[in-house]
């Protein structure tokens, strides 16, 4: 395609490779940097690429902080000495291999003509290690010294490099709280300290790279903390890289009201606005799951995010993987998007299902359901409701919850409410319990229903399109039977509640609680015999075949043993979300 025709967004940016949220120095998927890989994403029509693949869990020890590759001048490190361990991998050749990585990204980037950015948070801090109260402060100046003199290094070392895009919070990075410890920041609002800092890094930059930008992710602020800082930051060489709404990168929440204010907001001080959004096929929702196609949720996103006034640049947020595009259909709805945005939707399932000769209606219409049962989970819920491929279908028989998530940052304190139903240790009423059995339920059957016309389409398709459409299949099942099992337990635990209300009331139990809760139970259970058959692993669940057989003795005397309200020790794990 020619760059000259793509659409929509003035910049567009992709990272490469995917990362493993939870395992520190793996990739999903590490994506390969050749030359040929780089100029098919220039003639695709991006336009500038990650330099690193910038996660938490620093993917293959991938640098994630400026001090991870420079080291300040002798005189700067003597006077404002590293206070703060390193996160990396230790040694001068762990160093040496981050610090080859970069350099030969550089010159492959610029050689295929595309602009280039490194990621990094600052002021490092080892994430949120050290709480409210991190050494690396921001009305420190030595912190501001530190940093300037590391850009400049920067730039000594790497030169080239087009932009910047920093983290304040996470990233190894965090910030002092007004309410802390810190004798300095201690009483001081944080739009008083971090716009200062801001304009240091831009200002150091600038004067070392006059048409380069340093763009600020303002991660894990509250709205009005943003809109503060906004308003009293330099504009010139600044933007603005923003999720595409308060809580996170969501496929199905593009453009919230304050990414909408926000961009807005922006524009009007003359400052670009990227927005960071999971443009291809495996993102930090679905990890691990990589096959999974649901492309008009993407195209849906990519026009609310164009619309949105303000935003000049679209961000891959997770990792693409370029060598997958001809089978990656979220990646191939993206690449269509930025080069024919005025498509209607049945337009664009045809082009997409095209590849696939007489099975093309069949896997377009998969790929419309896949994207309705996508947006019909309940992924507002909670933060917990992510990465639900980590989820285990044999979830616990205590009473379902919904685990909520909350961090000490302002962002989760305050506006990620908007988004999230759970953020706090509450109790979830029995309608909201409902709300998420009810969603999680529909999803799975739209999902069910486009396993349907997938797997018709499967069985008469042959070579690669029949590989590619059983990978896509095999990762639809386990989502799909994720959700379910979220929603029979909480189901079960649903007429539980209300079956205990009428012992408590005084009145009958009616057979048909009994039957409800039987049926439940037992789907739920050969609902964790199809995982373990998909899962070559033996079909043990012996706590849910107990629970069947004493449902015969009475349903009064099951519910003094089983789905009983039970403390959160993540007996499933961290992402089973109804699992205590």
Do not use: Q
């Given at each position: 395609m020619d760059v000259g025709m793509a659409a929509g967004f003035f910049d567009r940016v992709a990272v490469l490779g995917c990362p493993d949220s939870l395992e520190r120095y793996r990739s999903h998927a590490p994506a390969p940097w050749t030359p040929e890989v780089l100029a098919r994403l220039r003639e695709r029509g991006f336009t500038q690429v990650q330099l690193n693949l910038a996660w938490g869990a620093r993917p293959d020890d991938e640098p994630l902080n400026l001090e991870d590759i420079v080291e300040p001048s002798p005189e700067v490190a003597a006077r404002c000495p590293q206070i703060v361990d390193l996160n990396c991998r230790p040694g001068h050749e762990a160093r040496a291999i981050r610090r080859d990585l970069i350099a030969t990204r550089l010159d492959m980037a610029t050689s295929a003509g595309l602009k280039t950015l490194f990621h990094f948070g600052a002021p490092y801090n080892r994430h949120a290690y050290y709480g409210d109260t991190p050494p690396n402060c921001l009305?420190?100046?030595?912190v501001h010294d530190r940093y300037e003199d590391l850009i400049r290094r920067f730039a000594a070392d790497f030169p080239g490099v087009d932009d910047l895009l920093v983290y304040t919070y996470d990233q190894d990075a965090w910030?002092?709280?007004?309410?802390?410890?810190?004798?300095?920041?201690?009483?001081?609002?944080?739009h008083e300290r971090l716009p200062?800092?801001?304009?240091?890094?831009?200002?150091?930059?600038?004067s070392i790279n006059p048409a380069g930008r340093v763009w600020w992710e303002p991660w894990e602020l509250s709205a009005g903390q943003v809109h503060a800082c906004l308003e009293r930051v330099t504009p010139e060489g600044f933007g603005m890289a923003l999720h595409?709404?308060?809580?996170?990168?969501?496929?199905?929440?593009?453009?919230d009201p304050w990414f909408i204010r926000t961009a807005r907001q922006a524009e009007s001080r003359g400052i670009p606005v990227w927005t960071d959004w999971f443009l291809g096929g495996v993102s930090e929702e679905t990890e691990p799951f990589e096959r999974l196609a649901h492309p008009l949720t993407i195209w849906r996103g990519l026009r609310r995010i164009h619309a949105t006034r303000g935003?000049?640049?679209?961000?891959?947020?997770?990792?693409?993987?370029?060598?997958r595009v001809e089978t990656d259909a979220n990646l191939r709805a993206t690449l269509l998007f930025l080069r024919e945005p005025d498509l209607d939707e049945s337009m664009v399932l045809e082009r997409l299902a095209a590849p696939y000769g007489e099975v093309a209606p069949l896997v377009a219409?998969?790929?419309r359901l896949a994207s309705e049962g996508m947006e019909r989970y309940p992924w507002d819920c909670s933060w917990m409701g992510r990465q639900i491929g980590r989820s285990r279908t044999d979830h616990a028989l205590s009473a379902a919850i919904l685990r909520p998530m909350l961090c000490p940052t302002p962002s989760w304190e305050s506006t990620r409410g908007t988004v999230y139903m759970r953020t706090e240790p509450t109790e979830a009423h029995p309608w909201m319990l409902e709300d998420v059995q009810l969603r999680c339920q529909q999803a799975a059957d739209l999902w069910a229903d486009a396993l349907d016309a997938l797997s018709t389409a499967?069985?008469?398709?042959?070579?690669?399109e029949r590989v590619h459409l059983s990978a896509w299949r095999r990762d639809l099942c386990g989502i799909r039977r994720r959700a379910l099992a979220y929603a029979l337990h909480l189901r079960a635990t649903m007429v539980a509640i209300a079956a205990r209300r009428r012992i408590a009331d005084g009145f009958d139990l009616p057979d048909r609680l009994a039957e409800e809760l039987?049926?439940?139970l037992k789907a739920s259970r050969a609902n964790h015999t199809e995982e373990c058959a998909a899962k070559g692993s033996p079909d043990e669940w012996e706590e849910m075949d107990r629970a069947i057989a004493d449902l015969a003795c009475g349903l009064a005397s099951w519910l003094d043993r089983w789905l009983l309200p039970a403390p959160d020790e993540r007996s499933k794990g961290l992402f089973s979300l109804t699992s205590c």
């Open positions: 009305l420190d100046p030595c910030l002092c709280g007004e309410f802390g410890g810190c004798p300095r920041c201690n009483g001081v609002p944080l200062a800092f801001l304009d240091r890094l831009v200002a150091t930059w600038r595409a709404n308060i809580a996170e990168s969501m496929a199905v929440e593009a453009a935003v000049t640049g679209i961000k891959e947020y997770y990792g693409l993987l370029p060598d219409e998969a790929m499967e069985a008469h398709a042959e070579g690669r039987g049926r439940a």
